[in-house]
């Protein structure tokens, strides 16, 4: 493999024979689909897909026939598994072009070609439920048994030159034929069809605008054409870069690390709340040297208002970026966000104007006018999307597009898409349709939640809970290693999602840990700020972290006792919230937090004066901060009693003394969970439901308070105790 490998310079041969010859011909289409999908320079995420034609049994025959299994409708080929493949009968889908020339209205963009995707249902191929992609014909027209349809970046580079169709023939030495731009469906398949019949001895197509498509008669060889193809391609871009002067040369100079993460810091949550004037976003941002290059030159101004070439890019990034014209050397932080300000503005004209110009009867409702793309000279990408994943992804296909363009520039000259062409993609009625059948958004997917205090007990079940329901979840806590196993075992349930872009803390997905020590402002401001980094801005805060402190229990004088007790269920309390609150007015995105207090807050008694007290205070500070924050967070308190289960609050030897104060029978030899589920259980006959109050109960309250459900409600506390009527409100 190293020795192949030593031909490619420009993308990574990784075909190993030793994994691919066990290896079934359907399962070697998913290997080379996935290691093909692995190499960003080969394709983009979620774009091309690949295929083979295999002989099967028929079900209901048991004749043999012969199948295609393509890659299926919203697949990714770096993670697709068998499942995500689509099966048709091919003989079948031949007979599709009879009943396509018999419509009426046929033709390129006719109502009888997008009629023809319906069709592909008639053709499955043993009940497979995976849809097929818009890609299918091309892959059943073209007559070679192995199919790759690729976006590499390097290939798109010569599909978006000026002078493509002539440097097609330059380039690859009549290997592949030229077809100009097409929009993807049953037309482009025959005209690909046809280029094949005229030149049976192509190895593929160079689709203008585009991709490429090629072929061959096994898994392996087909492989490594698409990666001669690109690397072709690549190594004919590398011989006329432009060096220094690649897009024009540098007009500014990026700004230092620690001068763009303070600005970026600040300038995140103003731009999330700028752009989130319908729905809200989430925040990626590159600013690796490759980015940098780009916005700092002197024609990206130009470059950017020439908009995305590639369809599969501008669905996400739309047919243009906002450029934002800030000098990182001159203008200061409250100049780019009066540029940020006019230049969104401006945008969501010209984009009414674009939808309005290119609309057509039966188009679409226009959708959110706001940029998805924001460059900024000396500072980078910042890419938004409707999560995590998301946003990741519209990065990372402008990262493609900036590699387009310096290809495109070096050979020849980048042209766009014409922009009817372009609307015709974004506001595609088949695209729209796809969009109406995504799942609903969960309740939480357009949100960051910080939970404090999340590396065991309420805290970490909290964050469990808010995970559950879409949210992007902040896993902070004083032991980074208890916050980062939380975030670990979200990421393990949920996914790191798709997109393989993001800076720094920025490449995350859609948990991150963090480590925190509320009683230090620096601390808190540091948590926040990378944050912020990472998605670009805050929408809920849930405070779980506390202390409880009985008098010889740590060593610890009554005054030291009070000290540390105030200073972390109270101040700490405070700390966060004034630290959030600054991203909260910057963003002017309504938000909530919750502050977790206690029933001891409500109820005297001896034993544990510094905890009451401090808790007391707590339900103050409340409504203190809910005065303070209104109205644009809602503050409320989780005031939870004798949650045992799973809670640093109670290590063996307190649980131990609980017990013998209370005459609870055990034995010494029990383990921890056993004492702790005694001492629950005489907790629970003390109440009015004589029931163990858990975790879980508490996460359920402290979900319900940042859900929406309660919008109305702020300066509550409210008490998750079993029914404790020592504290009930009086």
Same mark, same amino acid.
Not at 374 to 399: D, Q
């Given at each position: 493999?190293?020795?192949?490998?030593?031909?490619?310079?420009?993308?990574?041969?990784?075909?190993?024979?030793?994994?691919?010859?066990?290896?079934?011909?359907?399962?070697?289409?998913?290997?080379?689909?996935?290691?093909?999908?692995?190499?960003?320079?080969?394709?983009?995420?979620?774009?091309?897909?690949?295929?083979?034609?295999?002989?099967?049994?028929?079900?209901?025959?048991?004749?043999?026939?012969?199948?295609?299994?393509?890659?299926?409708?919203?697949?990714?080929?770096?993670?697709?598994?068998?499942?995500?493949?689509?099966?048709?009968?091919?003989?079948?889908?031949?007979?599709?072009?009879?009943?396509?020339?018999?419509?009426?209205?046929?033709?390129?963009?006719?109502?009888?070609?997008?009629?023809?995707?319906?069709?592909?249902?008639?053709?499955?191929?043993?009940?497979?439920?995976?849809?097929?992609?818009?890609?299918?014909?091309?892959?059943?027209?073209?007559?070679?048994?192995?199919?790759?349809?690729?976006?590499?970046?390097?290939?798109?580079?010569?599909?978006?030159?000026?002078?493509?169709?002539?440097?097609?023939?330059?380039?690859?030495?009549?290997?592949?034929?030229?077809?100009?731009?097409?929009?993807?469906?049953?037309?482009?398949?025959?005209?690909?069809?046809?280029?094949?019949?005229?030149?049976?001895?192509?190895?593929?197509?160079?689709?203008?605008?585009?991709?490429?498509?090629?072929?061959?008669?096994?898994?392996?060889?087909?492989?490594?054409?698409?990666?001669?193809?690109?690397?072709?391609?690549?190594?004919?871009?590398?011989?006329?870069?432009?060096?220094?002067?690649?897009?024009?040369?540098?007009?500014?100079?990026?700004?230092?690390?620690?001068?763009?993460?303070?600005?970026?810091?600040?300038?995140?949550?103003?731009?999330?709340?700028?752009?989130?004037?319908?729905?809200?976003?989430?925040?990626?941002?590159?600013?690796?040297?490759?980015?940098?290059?780009?916005?700092?030159?002197?024609?990206?101004?130009?470059?950017?208002?020439?908009?995305?070439?590639?369809?599969?890019?501008?669905?996400?990034?739309?047919?243009?970026?906002?450029?934002?014209?800030?000098?990182?050397?001159? +203008?200061?932080? +409250?100049?780019?966000?009066?540029?940020?300000?006019?230049?969104?503005?401006?945008?969501?004209?010209?984009?009414?104007?674009?939808?309005?110009?290119?609309?057509?009867?039966?188009?679409?409702?226009?959708?959110?006018?706001?940029?998805?793309?924001?460059?900024?000279?000396? &500072?980078?990408?910042?890419?938004?999307?409707?999560?995590?994943?998301?946003?990741?992804?519209?990065?990372?296909?402008?990262?493609?597009?900036?590699?387009?363009?310096?290809?495109?520039?070096?050979?020849?000259?980048?042209?766009?898409?014409?922009?009817?062409?372009?609307?015709?993609?974004?506001?595609?009625?088949?695209?729209?349709?796809?969009?109406?059948?995504?799942?609903?958004?969960?309740?939480?997917?357009?949100?960051?939640?910080?939970? &404090?205090?999340?590396?065991?007990?309420?805290?970490?079940?909290?964050?469990?809970?808010?995970?559950?329901?879409?949210?992007?979840?902040?896993?902070?806590?004083?032991?980074?290693?208890?916050?980062?196993?939380?975030?670990?075992?979200?990421?393990?349930?949920?996914g790191q999602g798709i997109g393989v872009a993001g800076s720094g803390i920025s490449g995350c997905g859609p948990a991150i840990a963090q480590q925190v020590d509320i009683t230090k402002r620096e601390s808190v401001e540091k948590m926040f700020e990378q944050i912020?980094?990472?998605?670009?801005?805050?929408?809920? &805060?849930?405070?779980?972290?506390?202390?409880?402190?009985?008098?010889?229990?740590?060593?610890?004088?009554?005054?030291?006792?009070?000290?540390?007790?105030?200073?972390?269920?109270?101040?700490?309390?405070?700390?966060?919230?004034?630290?959030?609150?600054?991203?909260?007015?910057?963003?002017?995105?309504?938000?909530?937090?919750?502050?977790?207090?206690?029933?001891?807050?409500?109820?005297?008694?001896?034993?544990?004066?510094?905890?009451?007290?401090?808790?007391?205070?707590?339900?103050?500070?409340?409504?203190?901060?809910?005065?303070?924050?209104?109205?644009?967070?809602?503050?409320?308190?989780?005031?939870?009693?004798?949650? &045992?289960?799973?809670?640093?609050?109670?290590?063996?030897?307190?649980?131990?003394?609980?017990?013998?104060?209370?005459?609870?029978?055990?034995?010494?030899?029990?383990?921890?969970?056993?004492?702790?589920?005694?001492?629950?259980?005489?907790?629970?006959?003390?109440?009015?439901?004589?029931?163990?109050?858990?975790?879980?109960?508490?996460?359920?309250?402290?979900?319900?308070?940042?859900?929406?459900?309660?919008?109305?409600?702020?300066?509550?506390?409210?008490?998750?105790?079993?029914?404790?009527?020592?504290?009930?409100?009086?």
């Amino acid at each position: 493999m190293s020795g192949m490998n030593d031909k490619f310079k420009h993308i990574t041969y990784a075909w190993d024979d030793e994994v691919a010859k066990d290896l079934s011909p359907l399962e070697s289409l998913v290997y080379r689909s996935n290691i093909l999908g692995s190499d960003q320079r080969i394709t983009n995420t979620g774009g091309g897909n690949t295929s083979v034609k295999l002989i099967e049994k028929d079900p209901l025959t048991g004749k043999e026939v012969e199948v295609l299994w393509v890659k299926g409708s919203g697949g990714d080929l770096r993670t697709a598994k068998i499942e995500n493949f689509s099966s048709l009968y091919q003989d079948k889908l031949t007979a599709l072009d009879e009943t396509y020339q018999n419509f009426e209205d046929k033709g390129y963009k006719s109502a009888g070609e997008d009629a023809m995707v319906g069709m592909f249902k008639h053709c499955v191929f043993c009940l497979n439920p995976r849809a097929s992609s818009i890609d299918t014909p091309l892959h059943s027209m073209i007559s070679e048994k192995h199919v790759d349809h690729l976006h590499p970046n390097a290939v798109i580079a010569v599909a978006s030159c000026k002078d493509q169709k002539e440097l097609t023939e330059v380039i690859w030495g009549g290997q592949l034929a030229y077809v100009p731009w097409m929009r993807p469906g049953w037309e482009a398949a025959k005209v690909c069809e046809q280029a094949y019949a005229d030149k049976p001895d192509i190895v593929g197509i160079l689709l203008g605008q585009h991709g490429h498509t090629n072929w061959n008669s096994e898994s392996k060889s087909c492989y490594e054409t698409s990666l001669w193809v690109i690397e072709t391609a690549a190594e004919y871009i590398e011989q006329h870069d432009k060096g220094e002067m690649t897009f024009g040369g540098a007009k500014y100079q990026s700004l230092t690390e620690e001068a763009r993460t303070k600005l970026l810091a600040k300038f995140l949550p103003v731009a999330r709340g700028i752009l989130s004037n319908k729905v809200k976003f989430i925040g990626t941002v590159q600013s690796d040297e490759t980015a940098l290059r780009f916005v700092n030159s002197v024609d990206a101004p130009r470059l950017a208002k020439l908009g995305t070439s590639c369809p599969d890019h501008f669905l996400r990034t739309k047919i243009q970026p906002l450029y934002v014209d800030f000098n990182p050397q001159q +203008d200061d932080f +409250d100049t780019l966000v009066e540029k940020l300000n006019a230049g969104i503005e401006q945008y969501r004209l010209d984009y009414i104007e674009y939808y309005n110009n290119c609309k057509r009867d039966d188009s679409p409702a226009m959708r959110d006018p706001s940029p998805t793309v924001i460059l900024i000279p000396g &500072v980078g990408i910042i890419g938004w999307g409707k999560n995590k994943s998301e946003s990741r992804v519209t990065t990372e296909f402008y990262n493609c597009a900036i590699e387009v363009m310096r290809g495109a520039e070096a050979i020849s000259e980048y042209t766009a898409l014409p922009q009817q062409e372009a609307f015709d993609i974004e506001y595609w009625a088949l695209e729209e349709a796809k969009l109406q059948r995504m799942p609903k958004e969960a309740p939480l997917a357009r949100d960051v939640v910080v939970v &404090v205090g999340a590396g065991d007990g309420i805290g970490k079940e909290t964050a469990f809970r808010v995970a559950k329901e879409g949210a992007h979840v902040v896993c902070a806590d004083l032991r980074i290693e208890a916050a980062q196993a939380t975030a670990d075992e979200l990421t393990a349930i949920y996914g790191q999602g798709i997109g393989v872009a993001g800076s720094g803390i920025s490449g995350c997905g859609p948990a991150i840990a963090q480590q925190v020590d509320i009683t230090k402002r620096e601390s808190v401001e540091k948590m926040f700020e990378q944050i912020t980094l990472a998605y670009g801005g805050i929408d809920k &805060v849930i405070v779980t972290a506390g202390v409880f402190l009985a008098p010889g229990q740590a060593g610890m004088s009554d005054d030291q006792m009070f000290d540390v007790s105030f200073a972390v269920n109270v101040k700490g309390g405070y700390i966060v919230a004034t630290e959030a609150n600054k991203i909260w007015k910057a963003q002017n995105i309504p938000g909530a937090m919750v502050l977790t207090t206690s029933v001891n807050a409500a109820v005297s008694k001896k034993g544990s004066l510094a905890y009451d007290t401090s808790k007391a205070a707590a339900n103050h500070l409340i409504r203190e901060l809910a005065i303070e924050l209104s109205p644009l967070v809602n503050v409320n308190g989780l005031a939870p009693a004798t949650v &045992v289960k799973g809670s640093t609050m109670f290590p063996r030897d307190r649980v131990i003394a609980s017990l013998s104060k209370y005459n609870v029978e055990f034995n010494e030899s029990d383990s921890d969970d056993e004492l702790r589920e005694k001492l629950a259980l005489f907790y629970a006959q003390r109440t009015l439901t004589k029931q163990p109050i858990t975790p879980e109960d508490q996460a359920e309250a402290a979900y319900l308070m940042v859900s929406g459900q309660l919008s109305k409600t702020t300066g509550q506390i409210i008490s998750v105790d079993g029914g404790l009527h020592e504290a009930f409100l009086r």
